[in-house]
C-alpha cells in the first residue's frame, strides 16, 4: 500500500511542475513525469508480492506458473506507453525549439499572443 | 467479406507510409494516393452498411485472449460520418495544400489521423481505444502546428499539453478497471461489471472517463484549447478536428464507455446534462462578440457539442436520438463551415469579419454553401439542423427539464444571431474595393464543399429513408447495452 | 560539430562495436528474451549518438545519411504493414502464417522476428533522425553553431 501512495506523489509531483512552473522545458520534464508516474502504476498492478518472472521455463509445471509469476500483461502495456510517451515528448522538444525561435523566450507567460 | 474489416485501419496506415517512401522518387503523388484510401474507405463503409452486428478476432486469436474489431450499430454511425467527411475535406484540400510546402508529410499525417479515428470507432477493446486515441491525437497536435507560424505553434502546444494531461488521465481509468475486473475486452469487462464493482471504485472511474473524454470532446470546464487550436490549424484540418475528431475520439469513446460498458448511473446522466447546459451556453455567449470567423466557428463547436451532450445526457429515446442525430449533423455542417471560410481565405487572404463583404456575388458555389450550413446550424427548416435540435427540445419537455429545454431555445436564438451577424459581414453587403479581384475557389475545392451542402438539404428532408437503419438501430444499442454481449463475444 | 576529447573518441572506438552487436542481440531475440525491437532499435541509436557526440556529425552522417534515415524509418513501418497483410494468405489479418519449428530457437516464433526487425530498424532510424532534426539541422542551433565559427 505504501508504494501506491508514493507513486500518487510521483504522479501529484508531476502536475504540480507542468501547471505551476513557467518555463517550458519544466512543463516538458512535469508531463513526462506523470505519464511515467501512470506506467509505473500499471506495472505495480500486475505484481505479486514474491512472485518469479513470467517466463515458462522447460521444467516448470503451468499451475505452477499461473499460481506464481505476476502477470505479464501489464508490462506489455506499458511497453505501448512508453512508446507513445516518447512520440509526445519527441513532438513537444519540437514544438518548443520553434516557439523559442518565433517568441524568443521560454516563458510562457509571455507567449500569450492568442486570447479573447 | 467480413474479413476486410481491418482494411479500414489498415489501407490508410499503410498509405501513409507508401505516400512518404514514394514521394522521394515521384513528386506530387500524395493527393492521388489520399484519393484512393479515402474512397475505398467510403467504398468500405458503404458495403458494410446494414451488415448484422458481428466481431472480427485479429490474428484469430479469440476473445477474451485477443483483440476484436466490432461492427455494431454505433460503430456504423460513426465509421460512415468518417468515410463522408473525410471524402469532401480531401477533396477540399488537394487545392488548398499548395499553400504550403512539405505536402507529402501533411498527407501521411492526415492518413495516420484517419487511421486513428477509424480504429477508435471500430475496436471491442479497451487498451486499443487507447492506442488509436493517442494516435488519431498525436497526428492532430502536429498538424494543428503544420504552418509553422507563431499563433499555431503556441495554439498547438497548449493543446498538445492539455490532450496529453488528458490522455494520461484516461490511461490512468483504464488501469483501474483492468484492476477492477481482469480482462481489456470490452464485452467481458461489461460482463465482469455486471456481477458488481465497489461504488467508491466505480466514481472514480466514472469523474476520470468524464475528464479525460470530456477534454477530447471540449465540454465547459475542458474547453479553454479549442479556441486557440481550431482557427489556428490549416482550414482543412479544421473541419477534421470541429467535424470528426472531438466527435469519433471525444463523444463516441464517451458513449461507448459509459452506456455499454459501464452502464450509466442517474447522478452521471445529471451531471452529463449539467455539463452539456453549460457548454451550450457559455460557447454561444462567447461566440456572439467574435469577429474572426473561425474562432467564432470555434465557439460555436462547443455550443453545439453542449446540444449532443444534453441530448445523450437524457438517456431516453427520443433524447438519445436526438444526440445522435445532432451529431451526425453537426458534423456535416461544422466540417462545411470551416471549409467555406477555407475557401474564403484562400481567395481574400483574410479571415476577419469587418473585411470581407459582398462575397455571394463573386464566389456563388461557396457563398451558396456557407448560407445553406449557417441556416442548418441555426435551425432553420427544412435543413437538417432544425430536425435535430427540434428533436432535443421536444425530448427535453417531455422528461419535464423545463428550464434546461427554455435554455436550449434561448441558445439556439442566439446561435441564428450570430450567423445572421457572420451572413451580413461575409456573403451580403457591399464589396470591399480590394476584393473585387476575386474569383470562384477552385473546382475541388467547390466539390467538396458542394458535397456537404447536398447533404445538409439531404439529411433533413430523406430522414424516413435513413433514419431507422441508421440512428435508431444506434438508440436502440444504447439503450439495452445487453445486446452488445450477444454479439461482440463467442 | 568537432568531437569530444582523445580519451572519448578511443573509448567509443572500443565500445561502438559491442553496442551495436548488443542492440541487434535484443532486437534478434525478443520473442525469447525481454526486449524485442522498441528497445533494440533505442540501443542501436543511441550508439549512433554517441557516435555523433564523440566524433562530429561528419562521421555518423557519412554512416547513415539523413535521406536514408527516414528511408530506413518509412520502410521498417512499411514491412510491418506488409507482413500484416500478409496475414490473410493464412486466412485471418496479422496472423502469424510462418510456421514455427523447434521451441526456444531463433526461427521458433515465425512472424514475430521480422516483425522485430522491421520495428528495430524503424525506432533505430527514428530515433536518429529526431535527433538529427532537433540538434543539427534545427534554425534554433544554427544561430549557436554561426557564433561558434566565428571565434
Given at each position: 500500500m505504501l508504494i501506491y501512495f508514493l507513486n500518487s506523489i510521483l504522479f501529484v509531483l508531476g502536475l504540480y511542475c507542468l501547471i505551476a512552473k513557467k518555463h517550458l522545458v519544466k512543463k516538458i520534464i512535469g508531463m513526462v513525469i506523470m505519464e511515467y508516474a501512470i506506467n509505473l502504476f500499471i506495472v505495480l498492478l500486475g505484481y505479486k508480492g514474491g512472485?518469479?518472472?513470467?517466463?515458462?521455463?522447460?521444467?516448470?509445471?503451468?499451475?505452477?506458473?499461473?499460481?506464481?509469476?505476476?502477470?505479464?500483461?501489464?508490462?506489455?502495456?506499458?511497453?505501448?506507453?512508453?512508446?507513445?510517451?516518447?512520440?509526445?515528448?519527441?513532438?513537444?522538444?519540437?514544438?518548443?525549439?520553434?516557439?523559442?525561435?518565433?517568441?524568443?523566450?521560454?516563458?510562457?507567460?509571455?507567449?500569450?499572443?492568442?486570447?479573447? | 467479406m467480413e474479413n476486410w474489416l481491418p482494411l479500414f485501419v489498415a489501407v490508410p496506415l499503410g498509405m501513409a507510409f507508401i505516400n512518404l517512401l514514394l514521394s522521394k522518387f515521384i513528386k506530387r503523388i500524395s493527393p492521388f494516393l489520399v484519393l484512393a484510401a479515402v474512397v475505398f474507405q467510403l467504398w468500405l463503409a458503404l458495403r458494410f452498411l446494414g451488415h448484422a452486428a458481428f466481431y472480427y478476432s485479429m490474428g484469430n486469436w479469440t476473445p477474451p485472449l485477443g483483440i476484436t474489431l466490432v461492427w455494431d450499430p454505433l460503430s456504423q454511425l460513426l465509421a460512415l460520418i468518417v468515410s463522408v467527411i473525410s471524402l469532401a475535406v480531401t477533396l477540399f484540400a488537394i487545392p488548398y495544400m499548395q499553400q504550403y510546402t512539405a505536402q507529402s508529410k501533411f498527407y501521411s499525417l492526415y492518413l495516420l489521423m484517419i487511421a486513428g479515428m477509424n480504429g477508435v470507432v471500430l475496436t471491442g477493446d479497451m487498451f486499443n481505444l487507447f492506442v488509436f486515441l493517442e494516435i488519431a491525437s498525436i497526428a492532430s497536435y502536429a498538424l494543428v502546428a503544420f504552418g509553422v507560424e507563431a499563433e499555431e505553434l503556441e495554439a498547438s502546444f497548449k493543446y498538445l499539453v492539455l490532450g496529453g494531461v488528458s490522455s494520461t488521465i484516461i490511461l490512468l481509468a483504464i488501469a483501474l478497471l483492468y484492476a477492477a475486473t481482469g480482462t481489456l475486452n470490452m464485452a467481458d469487462m461489461a460482463a465482469a461489471l455486471r456481477h458488481g464493482i465497489s461504488h467508491g471504485l466505480l466514481f472514480f472511474i466514472f469523474a476520470l472517463f468524464l475528464m479525460g473524454f470530456g477534454l477530447k470532446s471540449a465540454m465547459v470546464p475542458f474547453h479553454a484549447w479549442l479556441p486557440d487550436a481550431h482557427p489556428s490549424a490549416p482550414a482543412p484540418i479544421s473541419a477534421m478536428l470541429s467535424g470528426l475528431i472531438i466527435k469519433a475520439l471525444g463523444i463516441y469513446a464517451l458513449i461507448r464507455v459509459f452506456f455499454i460498458i459501464l452502464g450509466i448511473v442517474p447522478i452521471v446522466k445529471t451531471i452529463m446534462m449539467t455539463l452539456g447546459g453549460l457548454s451550450m451556453v457559455i460557447g454561444v455567449f462567447l461566440a456572439v462578440g467574435q469577429w474572426d470567423f473561425k474562432r467564432l466557428l470555434a465557439y460555436h463547436s462547443i455550443s453545439q457539442m453542449g446540444y449532443v451532450m444534453v441530448g445523450i445526457g437524457l438517456a431516453t429515446p427520443l433524447g438519445i436520438l436526438g444526440g445522435l442525430f445532432h451529431l451526425l449533423n453537426h458534423a456535416v455542417f461544422k466540417s462545411l463551415l470551416f471549409l467555406c471560410s477555407g475557401a474564403f481565405e484562400y481567395t481574400t487572404g483574410t479571415r476577419q469579419l469587418k473585411q470581407l463583404g459582398g462575397l455571394i456575388r463573386k464566389m456563388p458555389w461557396t457563398g451558396g454553401s456557407c448560407s445553406i450550413a449557417a441556416l442548418s446550424i441555426s435551425g432553420v427548416p427544412p435543413f437538417n439542423g432544425f430536425w435535430s435540435k427540434l428533436i432535443i427540445i421536444v425530448a427535453l419537455f417531455q422528461a419535464k427539464f423545463y428550464f434546461l429545454g427554455a435554455v436550449t431555445v434561448f441558445v439556439s436564438f442566439m446561435t441564428l444571431i450570430s450567423f445572421i451577424k457572420v451572413q451580413k459581414y461575409s456573403l451580403f453587403g457591399n464589396l470591399p474595393e480590394r476584393l473585387q479581384g476575386i474569383k470562384e475557389a477552385p473546382v475541388f475545392m467547390v466539390a467538396g464543399v458542394v458535397i456537404l451542402a447536398v447533404m445538409c438539404v439531404g439529411l433533413g428532408v430523406l430522414y424516413p429513408f435513413y433514419g431507422p437503419a441508421i440512428l435508431e438501430s444506434a438508440r436502440n444499442l444504447i439503450l439495452e447495452p445487453g445486446q452488445y454481449l450477444q454479439f461482440a463475444m463467442p | 560539430m568537432q568531437g569530444m576529447s582523445?580519451?572519448?573518441?578511443?573509448?567509443?572506438?572500443?565500445?561502438?562495436?559491442?553496442?551495436?552487436?548488443?542492440?541487434?542481440?535484443?532486437?534478434f531475440y525478443g520473442h525469447?528474451?525481454?526486449?524485442?525491437?522498441?528497445?533494440?532499435?533505442?540501443?542501436?541509436?543511441?550508439?549512433?549518438?554517441?557516435?555523433?557526440?564523440?566524433?562530429?556529425?561528419?562521421?555518423?552522417?557519412?554512416?547513415?545519411?539523413?535521406?536514408?534515415?527516414?528511408?530506413?524509418?518509412?520502410?521498417?513501418?512499411?514491412?510491418?504493414?506488409?507482413?500484416?497483410?500478409?496475414?490473410?494468405?493464412?486466412g485471418y489479418f496479422f496472423i502469424n502464417f510462418i510456421e514455427k519449428k523447434n521451441p526456444f530457437g531463433l526461427l521458433s516464433s515465425g512472424t514475430i522476428l521480422i516483425n522485430n526487425i522491421a520495428i528495430g530498424v524503424k525506432v533505430f532510424a527514428s530515433v536518429f533522425a529526431v535527433f538529427l532534426a532537433l540538434t543539427i539541422f534545427g534554425r534554433f542551433v544554427s544561430g549557436l553553431a554561426e557564433s561558434e565559427e566565428e571565434d
Amino acid at each position: 500500500m505504501l508504494i501506491y501512495f508514493l507513486n500518487s506523489i510521483l504522479f501529484v509531483l508531476g502536475l504540480y511542475c507542468l501547471i505551476a512552473k513557467k518555463h517550458l522545458v519544466k512543463k516538458i520534464i512535469g508531463m513526462v513525469i506523470m505519464e511515467y508516474a501512470i506506467n509505473l502504476f500499471i506495472v505495480l498492478l500486475g505484481y505479486k508480492g514474491g512472485g518469479i518472472p513470467p517466463i515458462l521455463l522447460p521444467e516448470m509445471s503451468k499451475a505452477t506458473f499461473v499460481q506464481q509469476s505476476v502477470d505479464p500483461l501489464p508490462q506489455a502495456l506499458v511497453l505501448t506507453s512508453i512508446v507513445i510517451g516518447l512520440g509526445v515528448l519527441a513532438l513537444m522538444v519540437a514544438i518548443s525549439l520553434r516557439l523559442y525561435e518565433k517568441y524568443k523566450t521560454f516563458d510562457m507567460s509571455e507567449i500569450r499572443r492568442l486570447r479573447g | 467479406m467480413e474479413n476486410w474489416l481491418p482494411l479500414f485501419v489498415a489501407v490508410p496506415l499503410g498509405m501513409a507510409f507508401i505516400n512518404l517512401l514514394l514521394s522521394k522518387f515521384i513528386k506530387r503523388i500524395s493527393p492521388f494516393l489520399v484519393l484512393a484510401a479515402v474512397v475505398f474507405q467510403l467504398w468500405l463503409a458503404l458495403r458494410f452498411l446494414g451488415h448484422a452486428a458481428f466481431y472480427y478476432s485479429m490474428g484469430n486469436w479469440t476473445p477474451p485472449l485477443g483483440i476484436t474489431l466490432v461492427w455494431d450499430p454505433l460503430s456504423q454511425l460513426l465509421a460512415l460520418i468518417v468515410s463522408v467527411i473525410s471524402l469532401a475535406v480531401t477533396l477540399f484540400a488537394i487545392p488548398y495544400m499548395q499553400q504550403y510546402t512539405a505536402q507529402s508529410k501533411f498527407y501521411s499525417l492526415y492518413l495516420l489521423m484517419i487511421a486513428g479515428m477509424n480504429g477508435v470507432v471500430l475496436t471491442g477493446d479497451m487498451f486499443n481505444l487507447f492506442v488509436f486515441l493517442e494516435i488519431a491525437s498525436i497526428a492532430s497536435y502536429a498538424l494543428v502546428a503544420f504552418g509553422v507560424e507563431a499563433e499555431e505553434l503556441e495554439a498547438s502546444f497548449k493543446y498538445l499539453v492539455l490532450g496529453g494531461v488528458s490522455s494520461t488521465i484516461i490511461l490512468l481509468a483504464i488501469a483501474l478497471l483492468y484492476a477492477a475486473t481482469g480482462t481489456l475486452n470490452m464485452a467481458d469487462m461489461a460482463a465482469a461489471l455486471r456481477h458488481g464493482i465497489s461504488h467508491g471504485l466505480l466514481f472514480f472511474i466514472f469523474a476520470l472517463f468524464l475528464m479525460g473524454f470530456g477534454l477530447k470532446s471540449a465540454m465547459v470546464p475542458f474547453h479553454a484549447w479549442l479556441p486557440d487550436a481550431h482557427p489556428s490549424a490549416p482550414a482543412p484540418i479544421s473541419a477534421m478536428l470541429s467535424g470528426l475528431i472531438i466527435k469519433a475520439l471525444g463523444i463516441y469513446a464517451l458513449i461507448r464507455v459509459f452506456f455499454i460498458i459501464l452502464g450509466i448511473v442517474p447522478i452521471v446522466k445529471t451531471i452529463m446534462m449539467t455539463l452539456g447546459g453549460l457548454s451550450m451556453v457559455i460557447g454561444v455567449f462567447l461566440a456572439v462578440g467574435q469577429w474572426d470567423f473561425k474562432r467564432l466557428l470555434a465557439y460555436h463547436s462547443i455550443s453545439q457539442m453542449g446540444y449532443v451532450m444534453v441530448g445523450i445526457g437524457l438517456a431516453t429515446p427520443l433524447g438519445i436520438l436526438g444526440g445522435l442525430f445532432h451529431l451526425l449533423n453537426h458534423a456535416v455542417f461544422k466540417s462545411l463551415l470551416f471549409l467555406c471560410s477555407g475557401a474564403f481565405e484562400y481567395t481574400t487572404g483574410t479571415r476577419q469579419l469587418k473585411q470581407l463583404g459582398g462575397l455571394i456575388r463573386k464566389m456563388p458555389w461557396t457563398g451558396g454553401s456557407c448560407s445553406i450550413a449557417a441556416l442548418s446550424i441555426s435551425g432553420v427548416p427544412p435543413f437538417n439542423g432544425f430536425w435535430s435540435k427540434l428533436i432535443i427540445i421536444v425530448a427535453l419537455f417531455q422528461a419535464k427539464f423545463y428550464f434546461l429545454g427554455a435554455v436550449t431555445v434561448f441558445v439556439s436564438f442566439m446561435t441564428l444571431i450570430s450567423f445572421i451577424k457572420v451572413q451580413k459581414y461575409s456573403l451580403f453587403g457591399n464589396l470591399p474595393e480590394r476584393l473585387q479581384g476575386i474569383k470562384e475557389a477552385p473546382v475541388f475545392m467547390v466539390a467538396g464543399v458542394v458535397i456537404l451542402a447536398v447533404m445538409c438539404v439531404g439529411l433533413g428532408v430523406l430522414y424516413p429513408f435513413y433514419g431507422p437503419a441508421i440512428l435508431e438501430s444506434a438508440r436502440n444499442l444504447i439503450l439495452e447495452p445487453g445486446q452488445y454481449l450477444q454479439f461482440a463475444m463467442p | 560539430m568537432q568531437g569530444m576529447s582523445f580519451i572519448v573518441k578511443t573509448v567509443t572506438r572500443l565500445l561502438i562495436g559491442v553496442i551495436f552487436l548488443f542492440g541487434i542481440y535484443i532486437t534478434f531475440y525478443g520473442h525469447l528474451t525481454p526486449g524485442g525491437g522498441f528497445a533494440g532499435g533505442i540501443m542501436l541509436a543511441c550508439g549512433f549518438i554517441l557516435l555523433t557526440l564523440a566524433f562530429g556529425k561528419e562521421t555518423s552522417l557519412g554512416k547513415l545519411s539523413d535521406f536514408w534515415a527516414s528511408m530506413l524509418d518509412n520502410l521498417g513501418a512499411f514491412t510491418f504493414w506488409l507482413v500484416a497483410l500478409l496475414g490473410y494468405t493464412g486466412g485471418y489479418f496479422f496472423i502469424n502464417f510462418i510456421e514455427k519449428k523447434n521451441p526456444f530457437g531463433l526461427l521458433s516464433s515465425g512472424t514475430i522476428l521480422i516483425n522485430n526487425i522491421a520495428i528495430g530498424v524503424k525506432v533505430f532510424a527514428s530515433v536518429f533522425a529526431v535527433f538529427l532534426a532537433l540538434t543539427i539541422f534545427g534554425r534554433f542551433v544554427s544561430g549557436l553553431a554561426e557564433s561558434e565559427e566565428e571565434d
